[in-house]
């Protein structure tokens, strides 16, 4: 039988776009993030997350991101470096009133600058929230 949080866990991997066999690249780990969520993506993928010196093409990076890690244009240009081209990154951030909370204008001016487009935001687990960044819609897509 599978624990309630156990399920919560379970589908928020699925909330995130992660499909089984998925290559999930995680970049960031402390010991603040959130070992229950990690935990969830990994059974819900079959594997382990990948760190950040792996070198095979990635389906979705999760970029655990705090107020003191440094440029966050660096570390998504670096994130995406790997991604395939129809790839996510997922910046988590620690949610308000958390240490290390980032505000989302920060995480908003940072995207264009990588050419990526933001599309939705989620609670991910009690201390962290996901936004969602996409490779943009080209514009021959778009008509």
């Given at each position: 039988?599978?624990?309630?949080?156990?399920?919560?866990?379970?589908?928020?991997?699925?909330?995130?776009?992660?499909?089984?066999?998925?290559?999930?690249?995680?970049?960031?780990?402390?010991?603040?993030?959130?070992?229950?969520?990690?935990?969830?993506?990994?059974?819900?993928?079959?594997?382990?997350?990948?760190?950040?010196?792996?070198?095979?093409v990635i389906d979705v990076v999760l970029l655990w991101w705090r107020e003191d890690d440094g440029?966050?244009?660096?570390?998504?240009?670096?994130?995406?470096?790997?991604?395939?081209?129809?790839?996510?990154?997922?910046?988590?951030?620690?949610?308000?009133?958390q240490p290390g909370h980032v505000e989302p204008s920060e995480i908003a001016e940072a995207v264009p600058t990588v050419g990526l487009a933001q599309t939705s935001n989620i609670s991910v687990g009690?201390?962290?929230?996901?936004?969602?960044?996409?490779?943009?819609?080209?514009?021959?897509?778009?008509?």
């Amino acid at each position: 039988m599978v624990a309630a949080g156990d399920a919560e866990y379970s589908s928020v991997a699925e909330r995130l776009g992660i499909k089984p066999d998925m290559v999930v690249q995680e970049i960031g780990w402390d010991e603040d993030v959130d070992d229950d969520l990690r935990a969830a993506i990994e059974e819900h993928i079959g594997g382990d997350l990948l760190d950040e010196d792996a070198d095979e093409v990635i389906d979705v990076v999760l970029l655990w991101w705090r107020e003191d890690d440094g440029d966050l244009v660096d570390a998504i240009m670096d994130a995406r470096s790997p991604l395939d081209e129809n790839g996510i990154i997922w910046v988590l951030t620690p949610k308000t009133g958390q240490p290390g909370h980032v505000e989302p204008s920060e995480i908003a001016e940072a995207v264009p600058t990588v050419g990526l487009a933001q599309t939705s935001n989620i609670s991910v687990g009690p201390n962290w929230a996901g936004t969602k960044l996409v490779p943009p819609k080209s514009k021959s897509k778009q008509r």
